[in-house]
C-alpha cells in the first residue's frame, strides 16, 4: 500500500453484533474508524469495541512469531521460528497419541474463534484428524442449553427462534442486557435504537431480571427475579396461559405436537407455588402472561442470564413455549428463523431428503470418562476438563490444544484448571497473545490482526435479525513469514495424519476440499473445483458454500441452474453487503425432528421437570448468604479486551455492585472493599453501592484477574481485577447440556477493614 489516504470497509470481529466499518488509513497507520453508513446490517452503527481495532491492531503484547520452550515443560517461552515450532509439535504431540491413544489429545476451541472464518472453518478437519472424544469449548460456558432446546424442539441445534424486533408490539426480555450486548445468539445492532423504534410506535419492552440493566433501564417495566428462578416464573407463566383459556397457536398450529402434554407437565406451577421463591408476586405473573397474549404480535428472548444456571435447557425451552403457546413462532413481530446465505444447516446441509423432516438430534453418542457427563453436540463440558487431566487411566488427557480460549479465566474453578494444565506431557496454544491459558504452553502459535485477514461471518447470519450476506477484505497485508491462521490449522491437521511438519499444506487442502465434495455426493466435482479456482483456503469455502446456499448460483445438481445467484466473487464487490430482507415464515420446511413437527414436550426436558418441582420446596439459603451474578460492559466482551487502551481507560469496571441495604446491613461502604468467599475461595473487590441490584443479590463481571505470573498482558495487569469463576464450583452443571453454573450461586460478603482501622 501507499503512504495516501484510503478508506477500508470492515466487518466488526469483536462481538455478534458485527458491525459493518469504515476504517480510514494512510500508508501502515489507521486514522479513523467510523460505522459505515451503507452496511445493510449495522446502517452506520458501532460501539466502543469497533474503536479499539487499531489498538488490538497496534498492541505490543500481540504476539508475532511463535513461543516454545525448548528445554521442557519447566523452561521458558522464547521466540522461534515457524518451522522451530512445528518441528517441536511434530517431534512431542504423536509421540503422546502413539503411548496412549487418540483420546489422550484433548482439544478447546475458545469465543474468538467464531469471528476468524479461517479459524472456525479449518477447526473441522483438525478435530477430525484429531480422532478424540476429547472436544471441549466455550459453548458450555454460555449457549448449550440454547442449542440442545431448539435442537430437540426443532431438529438442529442452530435453528434458534429469533425475536423479530423491528416488528413487534411486546417484547419480553429475561436475563440476558441487549442494550450492552447488542444480542447474543442474536445478531441485532443498535438494539438501543430499535428498543426506542418499538416504543415510539406503541409498543412495550418489559425486562426481568436481578439487576435493572442497561435494558432495563431503556424498558418500560422493569421485574426483579431471585437469580436462578427463572425455571418457576416462566413454568407459572405457561400454566397461566393453559388455565386462563390463553392458548392460541396460530398459523403454526398445524406442525405442532405435544401441547397437551405442556399442559400436564406445568399444572403444578401455579403462580401461587413459585412466588415466593421467585420474588415476584403471583398477581405481576399473571399479568405477564396476559400481556404477552393480548399482545398482537409478541415475543420473549433469554440469553446469559437463563443459559447460565441449573435449569438452563428446562429455561430455554419454556422461552419457545411461551412464544409458540401465544401464537407468535415463525410468525412476524414474533420469533422467526434467518435463512443465512451461506454454512447454516437448515438451509443447506439439511435440505437434502424430504423438507420438513430429518434425524433430530442426539446426546450421549459417548460420555466424560471420570463424570460421566453425556457428550452433547459432540462436545463435552468444560468444566470437566481439569478431571480429566488429573485423573490417570486408560483415556486420561495427556496433550492439549487449545485454539483462541482461555478457560484459566472464563471457566469455574480457574486454579484448578491451571494446575492441571501444569501436569500436561504437551500443550500448544493458537492464540494472539501470551494470556492466561496459553502461558502454560510449550508451543504458542500466533494468529494474524484481524485487519490482515478477510473476513465472512460463518455462524451469524444464521442468528440475525434480518437476512444478508457480508464480506470484507484484508486491510493490510501480513507481515512476510507469518502463515495465516487457517494453515496452520492445517499443518497441525497433517502432523495428526503422520504427514509431518513440512507436509504441503495447499495441496492437502486440494486433497481435504475434494474428499468433501465425493462424500456429499457431488454429481460433477471436479467442474465444481474449476468453478471456484478463482479463491483458495476459507475464501474458496465461503465461495462454494454461498454458490450452494439458498440463494446462489448452484454448483451443486443440476449444475450451475441459478446463474443469477449468489456467488463471493459478487458479494465482494458490494462493500456493505446484500440485504436479503426481513425474515419470513421457515415452518415447516425448516423442520429436522423426525415427526416432522416442533416437538413442545421432548421427553428429556419433561424427565427434568421433576428435579425443577423437587427444588421449588427447597430453602432459600443460609443466613448471611447472598447470592452472586455477572454483568457484561458494552466496552468489554472477552478477557483479552482489557489489554486495549481505549476499552480500558476510565472507571474501573470490576467492581462488585450491591444494594445500599445489603450493604448497611453488612458493614459494606461506597468504596470500600468487600470479602466474597465461598468455602474456601475468596476474592477481594471494590465496592459500589448501586440501588439497581436486587436486594440479596451483587454483582461481579466476568473475564477478569490478569494478575497470573507468566501471562504477558501490560495494560491489563496493570488494573488486574479479580476472576468472578474462582468462587464458582466446576461441579455445578445443567445435566442436559453440561452448561456451567455461574449464576445465582450463593456466596458470603463480608467487609475488609481498612489498613490502619
Known amino acids: 500500500m501507499t503512504d495516501a489516504a484510503q478508506s477500508h470497509y470492515r466487518i466488526c470481529p469483536l462481538c455478534e453484533a458485527c458491525c459493518g466499518l469504515e476504517l480510514r488509513t494512510e500508508g501502515q497507520r489507521i486514522t479513523s474508524i467510523r460505522g459505515f453508513e451503507a452496511d445493510v446490517l449495522s446502517a452506520g452503527y458501532l460501539c466502543p469495541k469497533a474503536v479499539a481495532l487499531k489498538d488490538l491492531h497496534e498492541d505490543p503484547d500481540r504476539l508475532r512469531q511463535p513461543l516454545i520452550r525448548r528445554h521442557g515443560r519447566n523452561s521458558p517461552l522464547e521466540p522461534a521460528s515457524w518451522d522451530e515450532a512445528f518441528a517441536l509439535i511434530a517431534q512431542r504431540l504423536p509421540a503422546v497419541t502413539a503411548a496412549h491413544g487418540r483420546d489422550a489429545l484433548a482439544l478447546v476451541l475458545g469465543n474468538p474463534a467464531a469471528h476468524k472464518m479461517g479459524l472456525l472453518l479449518y477447526f473441522a478437519r483438525l478435530l477430525r484428524a484429531a480422532g478424540t472424544r476429547n472436544f471441549f469449548s466455550a459453548s458450555t460456558l454460555d449457549q448449550m442449553p440454547k442449542q440442545l432446546q431448539s435442537g430437540l424442539m426443532f431438529g438442529h441445534w442452530l435453528s434458534l427462534a429469533l425475536p423479530d424486533i423491528e416488528r413487534t408490539d411486546y417484547m419480553l426480555v429475561i436475563g440476558a442486557n441487549p442494550v450492552a450486548s447488542n444480542g447474543s445468539m442474536w445478531t441485532v445492532p443498535d438494539f438501543r435504537g430499535k428498543a426506542k423504534a418499538l416504543r415510539a410506535r406503541g409498543g412495550k419492552l418489559v425486562v426481568i431480571d436481578p439487576r435493572r440493566s442497561e435494558t432495563a433501564e431503556v424498558a418500560d417495566a422493569h421485574h426483579f427475579i431471585r437469580p436462578g428462578t427463572d425455571v418457576f416464573l416462566l413454568a407459572a407463566m405457561v400454566n397461566t396461559l393453559f388455565a386462563e383459556g390463553l392458548i392460541r397457536l396460530g398459523p403454526a398450529a398445524p406442525w405442532l405436537a405435544g401441547v397437551d402434554s405442556v399442559r400436564d407437565a406445568v399444572a403444578g406451577f401455579t403462580p401461587e407455588a413459585v412466588a415466593g421463591r421467585c420474588g415476584i408476586a403471583a398477581d405481576s405473573i399473571r399479568q405477564l402472561a396476559r400481556d404477552l397474549a393480548a399482545a398482537p404480535r409478541a415475543c420473549v428472548y433469554g440469553r446469559i442470564g437463563t443459559c447460565t444456571q441449573a435449569y438452563g435447557t428446562l429455561v430455554s425451552w419454556l422461552i419457545d413455549l411461551l412464544n409458540t403457546l401465544t401464537g407468535n413462532l415463525d410468525q412476524p413481530g414474533g420469533v422467526m428463523f434467518a435463512q443465512a446465505p451461506a454454512f447454516a444447516a437448515n438451509t443447506v446441509a439439511n435440505t437434502a431428503g424430504q423438507p420438513g423432516v430429518g434425524r433430530g438430534v442426539t446426546t450421549g453418542r459417548h460420555h466424560g470418562r471420570v463424570s460421566g457427563a453425556p457428550e452433547v453436540f459432540g462436545e463435552l463440558p468444560i468444566v470437566q476438563l481439569a478431571e480429566e487431566i488429573e485423573t490417570a487411566g486408560p483415556g486420561q488427557v495427556r496433550a492439549l490444544i487449545v485454539i483462541a480460549g482461555n478457560p484459566v479465566l472464563s471457566a469455574p474453578n480457574g486454579p484448578r484448571i491451571a494446575a492441571a494444565l501444569d501436569q500436561l506431557e504437551f500443550m500448544v496454544s493458537l492464540d494472539i497473545y501470551c494470556n492466561e491459558t496459553a502461558r502454560h504452553a510449550d508451543v504458542i502459535l500466533p494468529g494474524l490482526s484481524p485487519l490482515q485477514e478477510s473476513h465472512y461471518d460463518v455462524p451469524f447470519p444464521q442468528f440475525s435479525h434480518r437476512n444478508q450476506a457480508r464480506y470484507s477484505a484484508a486491510v493490510f497485508a501480513p507481515p512476510a513469514g507469518q502463515p495465516p491462521e487457517w494453515q496452520n490449522l492445517l499443518r497441525l491437521t497433517a502432523i495428526l495424519q503422520g504427514r509431518g511438519a513440512t507436509a504441503d499444506v495447499l495441496a492437502l487442502d486440494d486433497e481435504l476440499l475434494a474428499d468433501d465434495l465425493r462424500r456429499a455426493g457431488a454429481a460433477q466435482p471436479d467442474a465444481m473445483l474449476q468453478a471456484l479456482s478463482a479463491w483458495s483456503g ?78 421449588l420446596a427447597a430453602a432459600n439459603g443460609q443466613p448471611g448468604q447472598m447470592l452472586i451474578i455477572g454483568r457484561r460492559d458494552t466496552r468489554s466482551n472477552n478477557s483479552w479486551m482489557h489489554n486495549l487502551p481505549t476499552l480500558a481507560k476510565g472507571p474501573e469496571r470490576c467492581t462488585l455492585l450491591v444494594h445500599p441495604a445489603d450493604a448497611e446491613r453488612l458493614g459494606l461502604s461506597d468504596g470500600g472493599l468487600a470479602r466474597v468467599s465461598r468455602g474456601a475461595a475468596s476474592l477481594q473487590a471494590p465496592v459500589v453501592l448501586s440501588a439497581a441490584m436486587m436486594p440479596g443479590v451483587v454483582s461481579l463481571p466476568h473475564g477478569w484477574g490478569h494478575d497470573l505470573a507468566g501471562s504477558r498482558l501490560g495494560l491489563a495487569s496493570l488494573r488486574p481485577g479479580v476472576n468472578l469463576n474462582v468462587l464458582l464450583d466446576d461441579g455445578l452443571i445443567d445435566p442436559l447440556s453440561g452448561n456451567a453454573v455461574l449464576s445465582g450461586v450463593a456466596v458470603q460478603v463480608e467487609a475488609v477493614a481498612a489498613v490502619g482501622a
Open 538 to 615: 476459507p475464501e474458496r469455502l465461503v465461495d462454494l458454500a454461498l454458490r450452494n446456499g439458498p440463494y446462489g448460483d448452484k454448483l451443486g445438481d443440476p449444475f450451475g441452474d441459478q446463474p443469477d445467484g449468489m456467488n463471493l466473487a459478487k458479494l465482494a464487490a458490494a462493500p456493505g453487503g446484500i440485504d436479503l430482507g426481513p425474515l419470513q415464515p421457515r415452518l415447516p420446511e425448516l423442520l429436522r425432528t423426525p415427526s416432522g413437527r416442533v416437538e413442545l414436550a421432548p421427553p428429556l426436558l419433561l424427565a427434568d421437570l421433576p428435579r425443577a418441582w423437587a427444588d
